[in-house]
């Protein structure tokens, strides 16, 4: 797929049965990028009736292979150097200029079946699917934050700031132990979403830690991860299945 930037590597799920139109549906990645984990979480949310784009955010770096997730967790140096050579990449400027031609892309899909789409995302990937029902209101009609981290802080780019431009329906559910997203954001969030009369709902999931959705995380919750799936897809079900046709 062609970018302002160059060229990244996406992925298209589809239900199994059925020709479509489909609605559609884009998956913002978490912080250890695309991999067999993500393919699963993509196949599993068409399964639900829609098309879902999974695009790699980090393709400005250069071609790369995840790295093993317990290794991720207890070694600080390789976060930090991932960090430092992937993450960095995806900042929420780079992001919102990939996001316009992931929509285009959407829009061009004979099988999508409305320009009205759904976002979900996934600790980075949170925030950037907030950001991207702020920045782009008049497509993104549904967006949900699975784990994700600083929705609610101090820099000028946090997510929380563009509630007043947001007409998605949100859904936003963080984990009780998770530095990145404490009680102090979580009511900012919350009081922001509602100045804004978004209609929302933001919650803790108990038991869990930051990064429980992926199968291959090492802190996945079997429990909690099955609350997203069910979470995100009734979010889809009552706003993407409704949405007007493109034609």
């Not at 797929?1 to 996406?10: L, P, S």
């Not at 093993?68 to 140096?77: C, G, K, L, Q």
């Not at 600790?123 to 600083?150: E, Q």
Request: proline share 7%; net charge negative; aromatic share 10%.
């Amino acid at each position: 797929m062609t970018t302002r930037d160059g060229q990244t590597e996406a992925s298209v799920f589809r239900p199994d049965s059925g020709e479509g139109p489909w609605p559609a549906v884009l998956v913002y990645q978490d912080g250890r990028g695309i991999r067999p984990a993500l393919f699963e979480l993509g196949q599993r949310i068409a399964q639900g009736g829609y098309l879902v784009l999974l695009p790699d955010l980090f393709y400005r770096a250069g071609p790369y292979e995840a790295p093993d997730p317990d290794a991720f967790s207890r070694d600080p140096e390789l976060r930090k150097q991932w960090q430092q050579k992937y993450m960095s990449t995806a900042t929420k400027a780079n992001v919102r200029s990939d996001t316009e031609a992931f929509l285009a892309f959407l829009a061009a899909q004979p099988d999508v079946r409305s320009l009205a789409i759904g976002t979900t995302g996934y600790c980075m990937g949170g925030g950037l699917s907030l950001s991207a029902a702020g920045h782009f209101p008049d497509r993104v009609i549904a967006a949900a934050s699975y784990h994700g981290g600083n929705l609610a802080t101090d820099d000028p780019e946090s997510p929380h700031l563009l509630a007043p431009r947001i007409r998605a329906r949100v859904y936003v559910a963080g984990a009780v132990e998770d530095a990145s997203f404490p009680d102090q954001q979580k009511q900012r969030l919350i009081e922001a979403l509602e100045q804004a009369g978004v209609q929302h709902t933001v919650e803790t999931y108990a038991g869990a830690k930051h990064g429980w959705v992926p199968s291959d995380s090492s802190v996945y919750n079997r429990d909690a991860s099955e609350r997203h799936y069910q979470t995100l897809l009734a979010l889809f079900d009552a706003t993407l299945k409704s949405a007007p046709p493109k034609n």
